[in-house]
């Protein structure tokens, strides 16, 4: 069965960076009908896509987030991570890593980790 | 950059309709799916591709799409169906995905 655990400080200093992993388990990142997602949800708001990246190393990113958000693959850990530089409060949120279903032109999460509040704050 | 445009909430009484919008100029050409996200709980996936249901997602729910409007229906709601939804979808490249602005359910 499919787990998506992730990890990662959940308090963060702001000005630095903010560093989450999502291992995956009951599955390989390496297969080709999957991207894998970040999505984030700051307290009592909706959700924000942040960014996807496919095992081969292909990238996508919210345009307002481009400038800082960095999202990786360690296919022989079977990981994938997110960096994201020069926090500030605004960015404290519920961090979920998450699993993108690509069909055809087409993308969705169909598979969700249980999601982890990261705090910005001094 | 795209957006997707829900309305911030719905109430119904139980067993009565309950149908949330979601509003995107890509719609046409891209799918819509919808998320379910109970308090404290990780969204769960209650359709995809315009009108599909995952398994294990009760046949109340149904979706459809029709121009630049996606809707989720859910016929004869029940109070265990309250929560946040959010529709998603990408913009018309396909690279950018967006999130709707979720709609809070009222079931009462």
């Known amino acids: 069965q499919l787990q998506l655990q992730e990890s990662g400080p959940g308090l963060v200093k702001p000005s630095a960076t903010l560093s989450r992993t999502c291992t995956v388990s009951?599955?390989?990142?390496?297969?080709?009908?999957?991207?894998w997602g970040w999505i984030r949800q700051p307290p009592g708001k909706g959700l924000e896509w942040i960014g996807s990246?496919?095992?081969?190393?292909?990238?996508y990113f919210n345009p307002s987030l481009k400038s800082r958000v960095t999202i990786s693959v360690d296919t022989s850990k079977n990981q994938f991570s997110l960096k994201l530089t020069s926090v500030t409060a605004a960015d404290t949120a519920v961090y979920y890593c998450?699993?993108?279903?690509?069909?055809?032109?087409?993308?969705?999460?169909?598979?969700w980790g249980q999601g982890t509040l990261v705090t910005v704050s001094s | 950059s795209y957006e997707l445009t829900q309305p911030p909430s719905v109430s119904v009484s139980p067993g009565q309709t309950a149908r949330i919008t979601c509003s995107g100029d890509a719609l046409p050409k891209k799918y819509a799916y919808w998320y379910q996200q109970k308090s404290g709980q990780a969204p769960v996936l209650v359709i995809y591709e315009d009108s599909k249901r995952p398994s294990g997602i009760p046949e109340r729910f149904s979706g459809s799409s029709s121009g630049t409007m996606a809707t989720l229906t859910i016929s004869g709601a029940q109070v265990e169906d309250e929560g946040d939804y959010y529709c998603?979808?990408?913009?018309?490249?396909?690279?950018?995905?967006?999130f709707g602005g979720g709609t809070k359910l009222t079931v009462l």
């Open positions: 998450a699993r993108e279903k690509y069909n055809n032109g087409h993308r969705y999460f169909d598979f």
């Open positions: 009951g599955g390989s990142i390496s297969s080709s009908t999957y991207y």
């Open positions: 998603y979808s990408t913009d018309s490249s396909g690279n950018q995905g967006v």
């Open positions: 990246i496919y095992y081969s190393g292909s990238t």
